[in-house]
């Protein structure tokens, strides 16, 4: 069962359309036991980062997702609230991965806040087969992001995007998989990406 994780973030039901293209039928919930007995979980979800985490830890489900073993995969702002902190609303977030979210600074005119839009990424050499299973068959695709805030580069990042700066397009530590970009709205790399992470 892929449970997706239920808080008040936007374009969650992409997501859950994006799995019923690939035959599957995902749950929605925010109840911490069907979260644990899940085989896989998606967090996903476009919003603002100080509100979605008094939603999380209101209902006790910010220490349920630092806790579960499964394979987790963030989207969006999934990715950036399994950081350490987001100078969006100057929060802190779930600390799965020890790097802070910081917003663009448009350092000239042409640069264009939020990113939006599509991108080439490259993987990194934390991208191993053990690491990169999320990338399995992909060597530099084209996917489709719409953010404000950034992970910087870290340890964790397996992918590396450039707006204004290179940044973590993706992150992976232990079962914990991320994207900042939309797997869901990313034609056919992202329903590989999809793929990949529900094999693995």
């Known amino acids: ?27 929605l919930t925010d109840d911490a036991e069907k979260l644990r007995r899940a085989d ?9 980062a100080s509100t979605a985490m008094s939603y999380l830890r209101e209902r006790g489900l910010d220490e349920i997702i630092k ?29 799965v991965f020890d790097v802070d979210v910081r917003r ?12 939006m839009g599509w991108q080439e990424i490259e993987l990194t050499h934390n991208a191993t ?6 990338f399995r068959g992909l060597q530099k ?7 404000s805030y950034y992970v910087p580069l870290c340890n ?6 450039d707006h204004i700066l290179p940044y973590s397009a993706a992150l992976q530590k232990d079962n914990f998989y991320t994207c900042q970009f939309h797997p869901e709205k990313s034609g056919l790399a992202g329903e ?9």
């Open 1 to 27: 069962m892929v449970a997706i994780v239920k808080y008040n973030a936007g374009n969650i039901y992409s997501v859950i359309n994006a799995l019923r293209r690939m035959g599957v039928e995902p749950m």
């Open 40 to 48: 896989r979980i998606i967090f996903p979800g476009q919003g603002e």
């Open 67 to 95: 806790s579960l073993r499964q394979p987790v995969l963030g989207i969006c702002i999934g990715q950036q609230l399994l950081c350490r902190h987001s100078e969006e609303g100057d929060v802190d977030c779930l600390g």
């Open 104 to 115: 663009f600074q448009p350092q000239n005119h042409e640069d264009k806040v939020p990113c």
């Open 129 to 134: 087969p053990k690491n990169g299973d999320l």
């Open 141 to 147: 695709p084209w996917v489709y992001f719409v953010h």
């Open 156 to 161: 964790e990042t397996v992918a590396v995007a």
């Open 192 to 200: 590989q990406i999809i793929k990949n992470f529900l094999e693995l």
